[in-house]
């Protein structure tokens, strides 16, 4: 019997709003807004939650002094389109020259890596 259910992902940033809300362009949801915490009940997948961090520093990609510590795959149908839109939300690209792999990624406005996976 497990000793603990899994409930979030949190991010540390400095605007846990304007991430909240990065997050729910790309993955569905309505940010739960708290004082220096905001909640993202995605639909039917795991929740977020952002987490107000003075002096948050993004981790670099790819970079042995800067670990990424942890990065999010989220899986698309058409890898062009989903990069177009993320773009637009505010996401840099930090690995996407290889346009014959099945995967791309970028940096959240917070700094944080995730993936577009072919899915």
């Known amino acids: 019997m497990p000793i603990a259910k899994f409930d ?3 991010l540390d940033c400095p605007d846990p709003g304007a991430l909240a809300a990065f997050y729910a362009g790309l993955l569905g949801g309505t940010p739960e807004v708290e004082e ?6 995605i639909p ?25 510590q942890f990065h999010l795959d989220v899986t698309v149908a058409d890898l062009d389109a989903a990069e177009r839109e ?8 930090l690995d996407t020259e290889d346009r014959a792999r099945s995967f791309r990624v970028y940096a959240d406005p917070a700094g944080h890596p995730f993936c577009l996976c072919v899915g």
Do not use: E, I, M, Y
């Open 36 to 41: 220096d915490w905001v909640d993202l009940r």
């Open 44 to 68: 039917d997948g795991p929740n977020l939650a952002f987490q107000a961090a003075p002096g948050h520093v993004p981790p670099k990609w790819p970079s042995a002094d800067a670990s990424q």
């Open 86 to 93: 993320v773009l637009a939300l505010g996401a840099k690209p």
């Open 8 to 10: 979030s992902v949190v």
